[in-house]
């Protein structure tokens, strides 16, 4: 089969599709690589669009339960790799803080969890992709949503989560006690990523006072001391958020993702490891 301008168009599709499943932006890219790699070899397709997410989804559930043994010695916490850009990504992209509960599905309920949800495929389409049956993939389904429970991020308006983002920061960046106690939630989670290359906390902290102390913690080391971060806003798939420079060593020190709810800040989402940290983009 040819790689027409058609074929090239679904890439986002795919890559959507293994990014979302994986949580790994080149191993996703790899992967459509090589979806359009086998496409050539393809012989009387009918539907372009099926068959190549059938191998792009069966490709992705196959690297996934690689990766999941691999991630067994990972140092600290594993959290996805955020996809940076400095405008609302296009692509119909899982929300962070949705990807980052996905590691609590396996790779089939991962699987259509996502077409379901992100694309809104329709049971049969799914059933086509997973080489599932309909039936299964609604069980499957069922079963996602029973495992992620009320953890579920809510749709905050970007613009309130940008607000959010910018006053937690500033009230870090203060060393503001009192007015990070009124923006965090008294059930607030912390979840940080250093890989074991940056300094981060190797297991979630639960709670205001665990929290607080933590992130009082952070303004003292003598970067924070000395004024060495700069702030910037980006957004991580699609949505708004935060990147923080080192002035002193030039490079990007880390991510930072919240969500929310009405009563303030649910969950902080903290990517220090530099291997997850490239912005897809130019920066200013």
């Known amino acids: 089969m040819e790689l027409t301008p058609?074929?090239?168009?679904?890439?986002?599709?795919?890559?959507?599709?293994s990014y979302n499943m994986l949580g790994m932006v080149e191993e996703a890219e790899d992967i459509v690589q090589d979806v359009f790699e086998k496409w050539i070899s393809a012989k009387e397709v009918q539907d372009a669009k099926a068959y190549l997410a059938r191998m792009a989804v069966n490709q992705?559930?196959?690297r996934l339960k690689e990766l999941q043994k691999s991630r067994e010695n990972y140092v600290g916490m594993w959290l996805p790799e955020p996809y940076i850009t400095l405008e609302p990504e296009p692509v119909p992209t899982l929300e962070y803080g949705m990807l980052f509960l996905l590691e609590r599905l396996n790779p089939n309920e991962r699987a259509v969890f996502i077409l379901r949800e992100s694309f809104s495929e329709d049971y049969q389409s799914i059933a086509e992709s997973t080489g599932l049956s309909a039936e299964n993939c609604r069980q499957l389904l069922h079963r996602a949503h029973e495992k992620l429970g009320r953890s579920k991020p809510l749709q905050v308006d970007p613009e309130k989560q940008r607000a959010f983002t910018i006053a937690f920061l500033t009230a870090l960046h203060e060393q503001d006690r009192s007015e990070l106690t009124h923006l965090l939630r008294n059930d607030i989670e912390l979840y940080n990523d250093g890989g074991g290359k940056r300094a981060a906390a190797l297991k979630p902290l639960f709670g205001m006072e665990k929290v607080l102390k933590f992130?009082?913690?952070?303004?003292?080391?003598?970067?924070?001391l000395e004024s060495q971060y700069e702030y910037r806003a980006v957004f991580v798939n699609g949505r708004p958020a935060a990147i923080i420079f080192n002035r002193t060593t030039e490079q990007l020190d880390s991510m930072q993702y919240i969500e929310m709810d009405d009563q303030g800040i649910t969950r902080l989402l903290n990517m220090r490891n530099p291997d997850k940290l490239q912005i897809r983009?130019?920066?200013?």
């Open 6 to 17: 058609e074929i090239f168009a679904l890439r986002p599709y795919l890559f959507s599709i």
């Open 281 to 284: 983009g130019k920066l200013n």
């Open 60 to 62: 992705s559930i196959n």
């Open 215 to 224: 992130l009082m913690g952070v303004t003292q080391l003598p970067e924070a």
